[in-house]
């Protein structure tokens, strides 16, 4: 990793042409900045404060924002955590980066992340907490997110909050590296992943009437309940990145360092994470850079994608349109109040968890431009959370409505599985374990639960065929093989799952 021949040797076996990165020179001489950046597991837009959010106070989220940027529009390629950490370090698209782009696999070696370049370029490089993960490494001698700082713990206020101590680790990088290096730093938190700390929030002083329900869940005291225990681990890793940048002033650092904090995806609530509808790719975002950050809110769509290409940019690494990275760096945008040209975010995914007859997943992908959200599920004839009923360890059917496992274990998930025939949790029920149909369109604008999808409404006829249209052109673009390849399916099943996998019989 530490000569640029292993770029050039190995990116053409990523794009199918010769490439290499040219550089700028060192980046000490330079002047380049630090990178800080900063990403949370499973939080889905509005969970800020800065964002208006009634039941989360996140004080250092929104002092990045106000010292830099608030995106509202901001969209991960995947939503799955895997995939999603994989694509923001290789700057590419999961479907491009083979095994790397589905849950829990192999992150191929030859594929070069930010990390290997500014290692490179000369930058020290570490992270903390959850870096690339879950999967394997395979061939690697580190996580692709750095070396890692873990040694440090504490005891956690609550159950499901991480003993890592995410602040000392960064200490004891930051005190440690060379002062005459810039760093690049990834503070990978485990919250607010599940499980949470049940009722945690009656020992925080929340109240159920502050809870905003989203159109997709039930409005229920349990629900409620949940969301808070969900909020209560969001502020405690903000409390977190606060002393992380009391820290970087006190080390006259803050200026010369540009912060990303976001999530790798959405909430780990039904119709939300391992969907691609809005609230499971659509995630907070601030970035900030001492003062040179001159835009401060804006609701221009960008993606994850979008990352790699920024901070390269700002270490001095010479990015050029004909590089391996389809996104765009912002500073442009944020520095000189120039046009974010894409404006557009495509997501997709392949298998999340191990949850459908013979371990098959359940291929989506969709994008995000305008007002509008298109999805297009691949397979439509399978069920789109798991299984109802998956098999037990001796292979003999389990108890009905024991499955959809893509949706994580909770008081919410039991509550629309115990509430399937009752009322109102009816239809909260068949819309998010029922078939869909193989296409999905919302107004993200009128309609951000996604619960009208349009598609055969005559009005929209001509958006929809854009839309089609701008999908797959990106698809083919990247070459996706689900669309270029007849083989798109055997190519996808074939990658291997890292952990624990049910043993369905061939029927």
């Given at each position: ?21 040219p550089l700028r020179g060192n980046s ?393 025939d009752i009322g109102k949790g009816i ?81």
């Amino acid at each position: 990793m530490s000569d640029l021949k292993f770029i050039k040797i190995f990116v053409p076996l990523v794009l199918g042409g010769g490439f290499s990165i040219p550089l700028r020179g060192n980046s000490v001489e330079n002047n380049c900045p630090n990178i800080l950046f900063i990403i949370t597991d499973d939080q889905s837009f509005p969970y800020c404060s800065a964002y208006g959010s009634a039941f989360v106070n996140t004080p250092a989220f929104d002092f990045i924002a106000k010292q830099g940027c608030l995106f509202q529009n901001a969209y991960v390629t995947s939503p799955g955590s895997s995939p999603s950490r994989a694509s923001i370090l290789s700057g590419m698209y999961p479907w491009q980066i083979r095994e790397a782009g589905t849950h829990c696999s192999y992150f191929p070696q030859d594929i070069i992340c930010y990390t290997d370049i500014l290692e490179e370029q000369g930058y020290s490089v570490g992270y903390t907490g959850k870096g690339w993960g879950p999967g394997d490494w395979k061939g690697r001698s580190r996580n692709p997110a750095g070396k890692v700082f873990n040694q440090k713990k504490l005891l956690p206020p609550y159950k499901g909050i991480s003993a890592i101590d995410y602040v000392e680790n960064f200490k004891n990088f930051f005190n440690n590296a060379r002062k005459d290096k810039p760093f690049c730093f990834w503070v990978g938190f485990n919250e607010p992943h599940r499980g949470f700390e049940q009722n945690s929030w009656r020992k925080e002083g929340k109240l159920l009437t502050n809870v905003n329900i989203p159109g997709f869940l039930p409005d229920d005291e349990v629900v409620k309940g949940d969301l808070l225990d969900y909020a209560v681990e969001i502020e405690w890793l903000d409390s977190q990145v606060l002393k992380i940048i009391e820290f970087l002033k006190e080390n006259d650092a803050f200026d010369d360092t540009l912060i990303i904090m976001t999530s790798d995806n959405g909430m780990p609530f039904p119709n939300a994470k391992a969907t691609c509808y809005d609230a499971g790719i659509h995630v907070p975002l601030a970035i900030c850079w001492g003062d040179r950050v001159k835009r401060k809110n804006t609701d221009v769509i960008i993606s994850s994608i979008d990352f790699a290409p920024t901070i390269l940019d700002a270490a001095g690494v010479a990015f050029s349109k004909y590089s391996h990275m389809p996104g765009e760096s912002l500073l442009p945008f944020l520095i000189s109040h120039e046009e974010h040209k894409q404006n557009v975010a495509f997501s997709g995914r392949e298998r999340h968890s191990s949850s459908r007859y013979n371990n098959w997943g359940y291929p989506i992908r969709c994008i995000r431009k305008g007002d509008y959200l298109y999805i297009r599920n691949f397979h439509p004839e399978r069920w789109p959370v798991g299984d109802p009923t998956p098999l037990a360890a001796d292979n003999k059917l389990a108890k009905p409505h024991s499955g959809y496992f893509d949706i994580d274990g909770s008081p919410t998930k039991d509550y629309f599985i115990q509430n399937r025939d009752i009322g109102k949790g009816i239809k909260y029920f068949i819309r998010t374990v029922g078939f869909r149909p193989y296409e999905e369109l919302y107004n993200i604008k009128h309609d951000p639960s996604c619960l009208d999808n349009l598609v055969g409404c005559p009005k929209s006829e001509l958006l929809l065929n854009k839309l089609r249209k701008n999908l797959d052109d990106m698809l083919d673009k990247t070459n996706d093989v689900r669309v270029t390849s007849e083989l798109g399916d055997s190519i996808w099943e074939s990658y291997p799952r890292r952990d624990f996998m049910r043993n369905f019989p061939n029927f």
